[in-house]
């Protein structure tokens, strides 16, 4: 198990029930970013990611 791991386990296990929209989870990510500016690249990289699942081309 990565360390990660732990904290997605964690939010599944307290949101895991709750329904969200993109744009809630984006605004929750550009709180986090403010809060925290050095995972900026690391946040970025995730959101494109997700924009991007459904490009086959990516």
Not at 52 to 58: A, N
């Amino acid at each position: 198990m990565y360390f990660t791991d732990r904290g997605i386990e964690e939010l599944q296990k307290r949101r895991g029930d709750e329904e969200v929209t993109l744009e809630w989870l984006g605004d929750q990510l550009q709180a986090f970013v403010d809060i925290n500016p050095e995972f900026e690249t690391a946040v970025e990289r995730f959101a494109t990611w997700l924009a991007r699942l459904d490009d086959p081309e990516d």
